[in-house]
């Protein structure tokens, strides 16, 4: 325990020296600035919103839309803070020289990569909570609007950003830095492609493009953990403003059900198993 | 029971052999000198022998536990040919780092005594990354020292350092061989290798061709005379030269010097590697 405690620090001591918190510093607080004028604006112009309100609760689709584009915004930022925290971990950090004096240690390359992830995780899943929670209070005290869910929406979401630095710790046994940087971006980017796909899917009625959204969540569950954290904060939403928000990009068409939890655990758990046993067999 | 015991150690990197069936022993208190060319294995070796890389087949042993294994990684300290130490830390975090992983308990005194052992004992409080190559490569000797290990494997530890920094770490190799401290060296200076090692061995091509001490594997390179009747040169060795002498004076010659040569280290390591 003392030894992933001394390397998660240890790891967290190098990523503050590399400068990845201050840019995630500065485009949270650029993030969180235009999210409060936008929910301050569009909110203030809520009479001006389409459909116009009668038919439909604009309240809730204004403030059901702009939260979801602040939970993809999360998603985001907490993504790119994981996979520079992890994106190296092995084969970035051994081309480097760092690795070989920590692995020949009697601590075993198994500690070595749970510090690691425990260290992203540390820092990733108190940021995300801190920036979901932000753009909530933004949300309800310019719009005065609250998503049916709060708590699980946002634990979805870090959940999702664990998965993700697990996936950039794996491709760090296998890939240089920067090739592991690429590949864990695009497996986001297809993971939220899919998404929308599945949204549009939705919207037009097709049962193919829907299917394929959720074989693909499922393949990358970061992705089903945020959309079903999108379908929670209208969960008890209905009627025409349920079809308006399906419509839309953040609609949270994919509803995870009761094993979305389980099974991605067990994915976390199998990413992490796979880069320990990757890692055990590989020449340093 | 020797420090390192490899047998029959074979690695191949695809289908490129590394080594092809390497025995070596490393002694207790033993100065083990590992010399050969670019590509020889001299590397491969030490990764084996600290768990970073696994052999295809044969044994490595430190300490009698199979290398790799916890209890021999806790029995060495190493240094990597290239490594690196994080900028931010000072010395003194650097070792206390390695310390909490080594498990030492050694505290601020064994720290103290590293960077004294080393020559860094001024430098307690500066960043890795405001120290020269060679300081930062004195700081790893002294970091794969912390908590004084039974053996040290050290790949190229003086590459970096100027004559005197070499010098520094001769006489701490010297301390290190009278506590009782075994030291694989691998090194392309052969005139330290010389200097300090007990025994060496030659690699090349990922197999051992010659090996054993230093003063043994030198051979009689000849005998030069020099008389009043101009310079004799002759093969053999010291009997040969006491012979050749007598027989010169016997014939009334004036003998103004005797030099019997012997092969180098370097030209012992010349014949074997084939250059």
């Known amino acids: 325990m003392n030894a992933v405690v001394v390397i998660a620090g240890y790891g967290l001591r190098e990523a503050l020296r590399r400068r990845v918190f201050a840019v995630v510093v500065v485009l949270t607080i650029g993030f969180l600035f235009l999210y409060w004028l936008g929910t301050h604006y569009l909110f203030d112009h809520l009479g001006e919103v389409t459909p116009p309100p009668g038919e439909i609760d604009s309240r809730t689709l204004v403030g059901a839309t702009v939260l979801g584009l602040g939970m993809f915004a999360t998603l985001f930022l907490g993504v790119v803070l ?120 939705d919207a037009l009625n097709s049962h193919t493009l829907e299917r394929i959204a959720t074989v693909t969540a499922w393949v990358v569950p970061f992705e089903a953990l945020y959309q079903d954290a999108l379908h929670g904060i209208t969960v008890n939403t209905s009627g025409f403003t349920r079809v308006a928000l399906s419509l839309g990009p953040f609609g949270g068409a994919h509803v995870g059900g009761p094993y979305l939890g389980l099974w991605a655990a067990a994915y976390l758990a199998l990413a992490v198993g796979l880069a320990i046993l990757a890692f055990t067999k590989t020449d340093l | ?147 004084f290990p039974p053996l040290l494997l050290l790949d190229e530890p003086t590459s970096a350092l100027d004559p005197a920094g070499r010098r520094t770490v001769r006489t701490l190799l010297e301390e290190l061989r009278g506590r009782g401290i075994s030291v694989l060296l691998n090194s392309h200076l052969l005139s330290e290798v010389e200097l300090v090692c007990d025994r060496v061995a030659i690699l090349r091509d990922g197999r051992v061709v010659a090996a054993g001490v230093p003063d043994e594997l030198a051979r009689p390179r000849g005998v030069e005379i020099e008389t009043d009747d101009g310079v004799v040169r002759l093969d053999g060795g010291r009997e040969e030269a006491a012979r050749a002498v007598a027989e010169l004076v016997a014939a009334g010659r004036k003998v103004y010097r005797v030099d019997v040569r012997r092969s180098t280290l370097e030209e012992v390591y010349l014949d074997a590697v084939g250059e």
């Not at chain 1, 996979?83 to 051994?94: N, Q, S």
């Not at chain 2, 080393?118 to 930062?136: F, I, T």
């Open chain 1, 82 to 201: 994981a996979i520079f925290l992890t994106l190296g971990v092995v084969r970035g950090d051994a081309e480097s020289g760092l690795l070989q004096p920590l692995v020949v240690r009697p601590v075993g390359r198994g500690t070595v990569l749970v510090a690691r992830l425990a260290g992203a995780a540390s820092v990733c899943v108190p940021y995300v909570v801190l920036v979901y929670g932000a753009a909530v209070v933004i949300t309800r005290v310019n719009g005065d609007w609250t998503p049916d869910r709060i708590v699980t929406p946002g634990l979805e979401l870090t959940f999702g950003v664990v998965i993700v630095a697990a996936l950039s710790l794996l491709g760090s046994v296998f890939l240089t830095t920067t090739a592991n940087g690429i590949a864990v971006f695009m497996l986001f980017g297809a993971g939220l492609v899919a998404g929308l796909l599945g949204q549009i899917g």
């Open chain 2, 1 to 147: 029971m020797p420090a390192l015991r490899v047998r029959a150690l074979e690695k191949r990197y695809g289908r490129t052999p590394a080594l092809a069936g390497v025995d070596v022993d490393v002694g207790e208190g033993e100065l083990f000198g590992l010399l050969g060319p670019n590509g020889a294995g001299k590397s491969t070796l030490v990764k084996i022998a600290c768990g970073l890389v696994r052999p295809t087949r044969g044994s490595a042993e430190i300490c009698g536990a199979r290398a790799g294994s916890p209890p021999a990684r806790r029995s060495l300290g190493y240094l990597a040919e290239l490594f690196r130490f994080p900028g931010w830390a000072s010395a003194d975090e650097v070792l206390e780092l390695h310390q909490r992983l080594a498990g030492s308990s050694g505290g601020t005194a064994e720290r103290a005594e590293l960077l004294e052992l080393v020559g860094l004992a001024y430098a307690r409080d500066v960043r890795v990354e405001a120290m020269s190559k060679g300081m930062q490569q004195r700081l790893g000797i002294a970091q794969a020292l912390v908590g």
